[in-house]
Structure formats: C-alpha cells, structure tokens
C-alpha cells in the first residue's frame, strides 16, 4: 500500500514540475519576442531619423548650391607697375566678383609654374602664344556641368588671353553657358580677348567683359570694388550676398 502511494506521489509531482517547465519556456519565448519588438523598433527609429538627417543634409546642400563660376588665371611674383606682390591682381578682382555674386571659386593654374621674375615670365608667355602651346593645368572643375555661367578672369598677355586660359576653355563643353570674360592690364583693355574666347566657344554666349588695371585692384581697392560693383549691375548679376 505504502508503495502504490508512494507511487501516486511520485507522478503528481512529474506532472506539476513538467507543467512549470512549459510555463517558464512560454514565458522565456514571450519575453524573448517582446524584447526583439522592442530592439526593432529603436532600429527602425534610428534609421527612421538617419534617412530624415541624410535629406535634411542634401536639401541644405541643393539650397547652398549654385550656377555661377568664377574661374581665373592669375599670378603673383613680380608684376608690371605693383612690384612683388603675394596675390594676384586678376585674384583680388575674381574674389570682389565671386562675394556679390555667391559663385564659387576655382583658379586655373599650371603644372609648371610661371617664374616670378617679370622679364621671365613675359618671355615664356611670348613664346608659348607663338608656338600656340596649350600648357598642362594643374586641376580641373568637377562638377562643370553643376554651372551655367562662367565668370571668366585672366590679366593680358602680349594682346591676348595667357595660354593656359585656352586649355581650360577646350577642356570643358561650354555650349549653352554664359561666359562673362574680365581682366586685369596696364593700357590694353580686354583687348581682343572676347573674340578670342568667342572663337574658342562658339556655341556659349559671351557677355560684355570687365577691364580693370591691375595697379588698381592692387592699390585701389575701393575704385575696384566699386567697378566690379557697377559692372555686375550691367550684366544682370547684382550683389547677392
């Protein structure tokens, strides 16, 4: 009898503990379903703000950028009538532009430098606009096709646009852009550059240009400041600051 009771004991108590073990596995898996809703839904929070934080980022980007360029060939060294000088004239002529207008900046420059000295310097342009040379830049625009107009700055030489302008311009596909040329010069004016540049891009059309002597954006800033100014109003590009 003991043993038959015994027994009976024995088997109540296999059928309780089996059932507390399902509970707490139902209750483990339960738990384990809430927290993996609950991590889920902080990732789907956080990519929910990384993706409204990326088009925030690209919405800011297109409202800062713009169509207009100011592009400029310009030296430093030893200039005609200003002396030694750290920035070039066309330079301080490209930045007075490019600060009314909010365009961005980018300075044609050369793989091989220009030689400070002005004799120097005078007698390489000669000969490259003899032998018609097409020096090698030493950057380029990325992003040209992001532009519609092209402020275009260089100083004179020898008559005419230094060479490298030249690389630029046939390095590029202008057609449908507005070029507005400008320069820095000791008595020749734009000379026939507007032509020149013209010729080179038949298919852009080409504004009325901005000469400026280059002791002037050097020594007189504010007569300068007050060209570019009068100027930009002329051509339909007032101070957008």
Not at 41 to 50: P, Y
Not at 148 to 168: E, K, N, R
Request: aromatic letters at 8%.
């Amino acid at each position: 009898m003991k043993k038959v009771l015994s027994l009976l004991i024995n088997i109540s108590l296999l059928f309780s503990l089996t059932a507390c073990g399902n509970n707490a596995t139902a209750d483990m898996i339960e738990n384990t379903t809430l927290s993996s809703n609950v991590v889920s839904e902080k990732d789907l929070g956080s990519q929910g703000m990384e993706q409204s934080e990326r088009q925030q980022q690209t919405e800011d980007s297109d409202m800062n950028n713009t169509t207009i360029l100011v592009a400029y060939f310009s030296r430093t060294g030893e200039n005609y009538n200003v002396g030694n000088i750290e920035k070039g004239n066309t330079h301080i002529v490209a930045d007075m532009i490019a600060e009314q207008t909010g365009g961005d900046t980018f300075e044609i420059s050369t793989v091989t430098p220009y030689p400070d000295n002005y004799d120097e310097c005078t007698d390489i342009a000669r000969q490259e606009q003899n032998e018609n040379a097409r020096p090698e830049l030493a950057a380029f625009v990325e992003n040209m096709g992001n532009y519609d107009t092209i402020f275009l700055g260089y100083p004179i030489w020898w008559s005419d646009v230094p060479m490298a302008v030249y690389t630029f311009l046939e390095s590029y596909d202008f057609s449908e852009k507005t070029i507005i040329p400008f320069c820095t010069h000791e008595g020749s004016g734009l000379a026939s550059t507007e032509s020149s540049i013209a010729a080179v891009c038949p298919d852009s059309k080409i504004m009325g240009g901005l000469s400026i002597r280059g002791s002037v954006a050097q020594k007189s800033q504010d007569e300068a400041q007050a060209a570019v100014t009068d100027w930009l109003e002329q051509v339909g590009f007032g101070e957008q600051k």
